[in-house]
């Protein structure tokens, strides 16, 4: 009972393993993905790196080894600082001296130093690292989505062209055996020149039919299985069986994580804006040290700094960025409003794209009951009916059947679309990694 239990469990995942097998061999060696993943992690390390303040750079600095080929003097000097805590450095140092000629150790003491600039501007750079490793998401995301729906679209016209190329063939080789056999007849003077040319021109339509579709055919450089386009379709249906109203995919869309990003570029902006004064003012860096003093009655003593670098004159370099500040924050603002409305516009068109598709599959629907009718008709009374006849009414069937796997596909792709739109990652809505 139990390994009852566990088949039916694992049919809904097995049905779909050939299909995302092909997606995450596809990922694999997929450039776009590739370079998107490259993108994130180095995003997600600039992000842990600056989140992990309380991890210290412990090192030498200015190790030096001095000798005049009788004696020598070894200098270590060793630091653990903790960088960029909101804008402070913080620094523990230390340095050893050895003398070879008194054979002797000296240290210089402890020191602990504390600086800031000024105008660190801290929370701008958090910001940026945020904004960056959201985005990074988003390319991931984002490519990982055009490489599913292409190889959804390769297994698709593979497939549907094969299929066509078929019947398009079959039905020329029909239309080419009537055009001889009303030859004879035109010869014999049952047939006239009208009913000749018309068949001609059947010929040339269903031949560029044929070279249209064989260059279609050519875009699909794999072949796929059967197999393949049934766990395809299996898996399209699956995650668009549930799909948002418009209503609610237009509230969900505004967490999409490129909008987001888009946010916090108008936010970094904003501050920029807010604080381009800075560009005329000087940025000075405060320093304020603890240092083991043996000379010190207290045995240590204390010491504030201040240091700062200005240009008089510059090359309008200060002019410049303070416009560039000013100019970046309303263009940040409007590339918001405009991706927003790009946003909803994507939206209303994936329903729209639905809708026709729903409307385009009904009316393939009853063609094909219409060619099967039809078929059955002539079937019915194949004593009556030429074998050509027949024929043809069959691949009519058979093209009306090709033509509503084609509607059922762009109706799936609509909803896609949709998916899309509101910013999912179709490949893990489908299963896969």
């Known amino acids: 009972m139990r390994r009852i239990v566990l088949f039916v469990l694992l049919v809904p995942f097995l049905a779909y393993a050939s299909f995302l097998d092909l997606v995450q061999a596809q990922l694999e060696k997929d450039s776009s993905y590739l370079s998107a993943v490259i993108k994130y992690k180095s995003a997600e390390f600039t992000r842990a790196k600056n989140k992990n303040f309380f991890i210290p750079y412990v090192g030498t600095k200015a190790l030096s080894l001095e000798t005049d080929f009788e004696n020598y003097s070894l200098s270590i000097p060793l630091s653990i600082t903790f960088e960029n805590i909101a804008g402070f450095d913080l620094t523990i140092s230390n340095t050893w001296n050895y003398l070879s000629k008194t054979d002797q150790w000296d240290e210089s003491g402890w020191a602990l130093t504390i600086s800031r600039q000024l105008f660190s501007n801290f929370d701008i750079t958090e910001l940026e690292n945020e904004k960056d490793y959201i985005s990074a998401i988003w390319s991931l995301t984002d490519a990982r989505n055009k490489v599913f729906v292409n190889l959804a679209n390769d297994v698709f016209n593979y497939h549907y062209y094969t299929r066509k190329l078929e019947i398009t063939k079959r039905k020329i080789e029909i239309l080419q055996e009537q055009f001889e056999s009303l030859q004879r007849a035109y010869e014999a003077g049952t047939a006239s020149k009208e009913d000749i040319m018309q068949v001609q021109s059947n010929i040339y339509q269903m031949t560029n039919q044929l070279d249209q579709i064989s260059q279609n055919l050519m875009s699909a450089l794999t072949e796929y299985s059967t197999d393949t386009l049934n766990t395809m379709f299996a898996c399209l249906e699956r995650i668009t069986s549930n799909l948002l109203s418009q209503q609610e995919a237009e509230k969900f869309i505004l967490n999409r994580l490129d909008l987001k990003a888009q946010l916090m570029s108008v936010e970094i902006a904003r501050r920029e804006s807010e604080r381009s004064y800075q560009q005329w003012l000087p940025n000075p860096t405060f320093s304020f040290s603890v240092k083991q003093d043996e000379n010190s009655d207290k045995g240590f003593s204390l010491s504030l700094g201040f240091a700062f670098g200005y240009n008089i004159v510059d090359r309008g370099e200060r002019d410049y960025n303070y416009n560039y500040a000013k100019n970046n924050y309303t263009l940040q603002q409007r590339l918001a409003d405009e991706q927003l409305d790009n946003m909803k516009k994507s939206v209303q068109k994936a329903y729209l794209s639905i809708k026709i598709g729903e409307s385009s599959k009904r009316v393939a629907e009853l063609d094909l009951q219409l060619k099967k009718m039809e078929y059955e008709r002539l079937l019915s009374a194949s004593a009556f009916v030429s074998q050509s006849d027949l024929e043809s009414a069959k691949l009519d069937l058979q093209d009306a059947e090709a033509e509503l796997l084609k509607?059922?596909?762009?109706?799936?792709?609509?909803?896609?679309?949709?998916?899309?739109?509101?910013?999912?990652?179709?490949?893990?809505?489908?299963?896969?990694?």
């Open 407 to 433: 509607a059922t596909y762009n109706l799936l792709i609509g909803k896609l679309s949709l998916l899309q739109a509101c910013g999912y990652d179709l490949v893990e809505l489908a299963g896969g990694k």
